[in-house]
T-cell receptor, first 113, second 114 residues
Framework: DAGITQSPRHKVTETGTPVTLRCHQTENHRYMYWYRQDPGHGLRLIHYSYGVKDTDKGEVSDGYSVSRSKTEDFLLTLESATSSQTSVYFC????????????FGPGTRLTVT | AQSVTQLGSHVSVSEGALVLLRCNYSSSVPPYLFWYVQYPNQGLQLLLKYTSAATLVKGINGFEAEFKKSETSFHLTKPSAHMSDAAEYFCAVSDREYGNKLVFGAGTILRVKS
């Protein structure tokens, strides 16, 4: 979806270093999500946000934190990267509480060595 | 909690043949169901959605899916496969928890043979 971008698209980092991934949307959507995609698991929710400064944990949140200081930006931070966090990370958005489909960014491929 | 099962991690069809990708869901409430497609190195694109209106849902690129409550299924079909349909397909259900997160199946890779 052209209204949602992610940066960087690819990153290689070393174990133990902090990493921040950025999601940016231009649709003024209220809800934003971070998922990780691993083979055989589909996508799993890490954290989500339902407004500026309103965030909550998903099902695989250990080792991750998020921040949302503006409607358009949702940041995912790996506090101390581990090899198990090597994955493809997708950001998604949806307009409001009563909508259910989500629109996805292009993804960030993260490799932790 | 909601869950999704996609039968067959890989499906291979000939160009021009029927495409059938299977999805079964588990939900304690009336579900909202989706099919997404992912091309290599790209994000997920919404193909179609079921939100309790018509049980036969038409999507983009000639795909459609039928919601069958009695079978808890939401199979994806396309009458005639095209080479450009080769991709990975994900079925998903909206969960009332976690801000209406999507619960995804493991995905089905569709291969189209010429």
């Amino acid at each position: 979806d052209a209204g949602i971008t992610q940066s960087p698209r690819h990153k290689v980092t070393e174990t133990g270093t902090p990493v921040t991934l950025r999601c940016h949307q231009t649709e003024n959507h209220r809800y934003m999500y971070w998922y990780r995609q691993d083979p055989g698991h589909g996508l799993r929710l890490i954290h989500y946000s339902y407004g500026v400064k309103d965030t909550d944990k998903g099902e695989v949140s250990d080792g991750y934190s998020v921040s949302r200081s503006k409607t358009e930006d949702f940041l995912l931070t790996l506090e101390s990267a581990t090899s198990s966090q090597t994955s493809v990370y997708f950001c998604a958005m949806k307009p409001g509480q009563d909508t259910y489909e989500q629109y996805f960014g292009p993804g960030t491929r993260l490799t932790v060595t | 909690a909601q869950s999704v099962t996609q039968l067959g991690s890989h499906v291979s069809v000939s160009e021009g043949a029927l495409v059938l990708l299977r999805c079964n869901y588990s939900s304690s409430v009336p579900p909202y169901l989706f099919w997404y497609v992912q091309y290599p190195n790209q994000g997920l694109q919404l193909l179609l959605k079921y939100t309790s209106a018509a049980t036969l849902v038409k999507g983009i690129n000639g795909f459609e899916a039928e919601f069958k409550k009695s079978e808890t299924s939401f199979h994806l079909t396309k009458p005639s496969a095209h080479m450009s349909d080769a991709a990975e397909y994900f079925c998903a259900v909206s969960d009332r928890e976690y801000g209406n997160k999507l619960v995804f199946g493991a995905g089905t890779i569709l291969r189209v043979k010429s």
